[in-house]
């Protein structure tokens, strides 16, 4: 099976949407398929990868965002009529679902990836009051169900606002790099620190705001209040990245330059005591399982889909300095909380996911016949 993937919202900095496409394209090939991929420049037009082929085409930027975004229909339908592909795998509901019907013209089964979960963004970054944010995010909904073969969400709390609508959109968890991302210390001798020693956090994940990264700030600040010595290393770049330098000046808060060696990163994550995930609409998490991964405990919002991937390797709190700097205290005297963290992630891995994801494609295709 030849599986076309295309997904919008990737950018040279991005995170876990980047990083699900590039492992479900080399599983897919692993287990004996072909992948392709079509996302926004800049970069080379055409390059072979270890996910497949490649395709990177011109996008218009959109200001303040640091994404792009293809807009040309005419040169992506003649870009995909040109790849020829036996799967559609679209990871975008909103500018590129006409591409579902691109595909029921040509006989090939398309599914679609809800990677963000329409009725929090629109309740919380739109001037939309919350009962036609609820009714908008539910008739986008049925309408992407309408055009694609399937609907896959990465967690139960991304699937909710398509059950509710009676559409069957399926669960598929992502996974982690268990090698790249393991602990860079001894689990079984790590000893938190007492009073009086340093505390380690770190923030790993896009600076946006939707991503909440401000409260991770303000935990530092609350947790100095309450005497910790504490320091913050903050991984993630986005265009809240300023404004969070300004306002963490008078804190031990350290801002870290992109890092794009994976194993790099991982090294210097493993080496604090607690994670801070503050993401209220995250509909998997994928940074917070990398971290959980090296062996760290987190704290995450009792809001979307983050307490469904920590579990009880962290602690899910309200989103305030306060709550959150309760659980860092919580984690920090919960015995045996690192190598929890590191068992947790291990229930995830991408080559299941893939797996997943490849029924789903054959299902689609099984009833997807080919035009004559």
Same mark, same amino acid.
């Given at each position: 099976?030849?599986?076309?993937?295309?997904?919008?919202?990737?950018?040279?900095?991005?995170?876990?949407?980047?990083?699900?496409?590039?492992?479900?394209?080399?599983?897919?090939?692993?287990?004996?398929?072909?992948?392709?991929?079509?996302?926004?420049?800049?970069?080379?037009?055409?390059?072979?990868?270890?996910?497949?082929?490649?395709?990177?085409?011109?996008?218009?930027?959109?200001?303040?965002?640091?994404?792009?975004?293809?807009?040309?229909?005419?040169?992506?339908?003649?870009?995909?009529?040109?790849?020829?592909?036996?799967?559609?795998?679209?990871?975008?509901?909103?500018?590129?679902?006409?591409?579902?019907?691109?595909?029921?013209?040509?006989?090939?089964?398309?599914?679609?990836?809800?990677?963000?979960?329409?009725?929090?963004?629109?309740?919380?970054?739109?001037?939309?009051?919350?009962?036609?944010?609820?009714?908008?995010?539910?008739?986008?909904?049925?309408?992407?169900?309408?055009?694609?073969?399937?609907?896959?969400?990465?967690?139960?709390?991304?699937?909710?606002?398509?059950?509710?609508?009676?559409?069957?959109?399926?669960?598929?968890?992502?996974?982690?790099?268990?090698?790249?991302?393991?602990?860079?210390?001894?689990?079984?001798?790590?000893?938190?620190?007492?009073?009086?020693?340093?505390?380690?956090?770190?923030?790993?994940?896009?600076?946006?705001?939707?991503?909440?990264?401000?409260?991770?700030?303000?935990?530092?600040?609350?947790?100095?209040?309450?005497?910790?010595?504490?320091?913050?290393?903050?991984?993630?770049?986005?265009?809240?990245?300023?404004?969070?330098?300004?306002?963490?000046?008078?804190? /031990?808060?350290?801002?870290? !330059?992109?890092?794009?060696?994976?194993?790099? %990163?991982? $090294? =210097?994550? @493993?080496? *604090?005591?607690? &994670?801070?995930?503050?993401?209220?609409?995250?509909?998997?998490?994928?940074?917070?399982?990398?971290?959980?991964?090296?062996?760290?405990?987190?704290?995450?919002?009792?809001?979307?889909?983050?307490?469904?991937?920590?579990?009880?390797?962290?602690?899910?709190? /309200?989103?305030?300095?306060? !709550?959150?700097?309760?659980?860092?205290?919580? %984690?920090? $005297? =919960?015995? @045996?909380? *690192?190598?929890? &963290?590191?068992?947790?992630?291990?229930?995830?891995?991408?080559?299941?996911?893939?797996?997943?994801?490849?029924?789903?494609?054959?299902?689609?295709?099984?009833?997807?016949?080919?035009?004559?």
């Amino acid at each position: 099976m030849h599986i076309l993937r295309v997904a919008n919202f990737v950018s040279p900095t991005s995170g876990g949407i980047k990083t699900a496409l590039r492992a479900w394209g080399e599983h897919y090939r692993e287990l004996g398929h072909e992948a392709s991929l079509i996302i926004p420049g800049p970069g080379p037009e055409i390059s072979q990868e270890a996910q497949g082929t490649v395709y990177r085409v011109p996008a218009t930027p959109v200001p303040g965002t640091g994404y792009s975004l293809m807009f040309e229909r005419r040169a992506l339908s003649r870009l995909m009529d040109a790849v020829a592909p036996d799967a559609l795998e679209v990871s975008d509901r909103s500018t590129t679902r006409w591409m579902g019907r691109w595909a029921r013209r040509r006989g090939v089964g398309s599914v679609m990836i809800s990677h963000e979960h329409m009725t929090g963004i629109l309740v919380r970054r739109t001037p939309i009051p919350e009962g036609a944010a609820v009714r908008t995010a539910d008739l986008i909904n049925r309408r992407s169900a309408h055009d694609y073969d399937a609907i896959v969400c990465p967690s139960r709390f991304a699937a909710e606002e398509f059950h509710r609508n009676g559409i069957d959109a399926r669960v598929v968890p992502l996974g982690v790099d268990l090698h790249t991302f393991r602990p860079s210390r001894d689990l079984a001798t790590y000893r938190p620190p007492g009073p009086g020693e340093p505390l380690r956090l770190v923030h790993c994940g896009r600076l946006s705001p939707e991503k909440r990264p401000a409260l991770s700030v303000e935990t530092v600040r609350e947790l100095g209040r309450r005497g910790h010595d504490v320091e913050m290393t903050v991984f993630g770049h986005g265009p809240m990245r300023e404004e969070l330098i300004e306002r963490a000046r008078d804190l /031990p808060v350290v801002f870290h !330059a992109y890092i794009t060696d994976r194993a790099e %990163l991982a $090294a =210097r994550m @493993g080496t *604090a005591d607690v &994670a801070l995930a503050p993401g209220p609409l995250e509909t998997f998490g994928l940074a917070a399982l990398e971290v959980l991964a090296c062996g760290v405990p987190a704290v995450c919002p009792d809001e979307g889909a983050l307490q469904e991937v920590v579990g009880d390797a962290g602690v899910v709190a /309200p989103s305030t300095p306060a !709550a959150f700097a309760d659980g860092v205290e919580t %984690l920090l $005297a =919960r015995p @045996g909380a *690192a190598p929890r &963290a590191r068992e947790q992630a291990e229930r995830f891995n991408w080559r299941a996911s893939a797996q997943a994801m490849l029924d789903v494609h054959a299902e689609v295709a099984g009833r997807r016949p080919r035009p004559a």
